[in-house]
């Protein structure tokens, strides 16, 4: 159904026997400009706004939690380890190693899982705000 609440069309199916049907087309791999997914768990590309989002499963809550809207991809990954760790502690599958969130562990420990949201949110907005330059940092 579309937001104005009139529902979709349905798309015609194409019959079996239809010749114009080439293999090769279906599997053809997704073109890049049109792609929203991410090699990354937890990370979507926004088809409109082209910003990578970040989203976790809570299972204790029952939903599904929006964790920001990011430039980079590995930016939005990031903020999924995080949530991840908060939820599932040093057994989390994670996108990056768990040495990268090392000094992070000790302020995980004591912030609860809604503030660490807010923080993470709040993050993704900083890349959001104009005249805002990342620099890469060495390690």
Partial sequence: MRQDGRRRAPRPRPRADDSSL????????PQTGDCTTSRYRGVTKHRRSGRWE???????KGKQIYLGGYELEEHAASAYDVARIKIKGL??????????????MPVLEEVSFDDLVTAVRRQSQVSMK?????????H
Avoid: C, E, Q
């Fill in 22 to 29: 080439s293999l090769s087309l279906s599997l053809s791999p």
């Fill in 54 to 60: 970040s989203h976790i499963w809570v299972a204790a």
């Fill in 91 to 104: 057994a989390a599958k994670t996108n990056f190693g768990l040495d990268k969130y090392d000094k992070l």
């Fill in 130 to 138: 104009p005249g805002h330059h990342t620099r890469a940092r060495a």
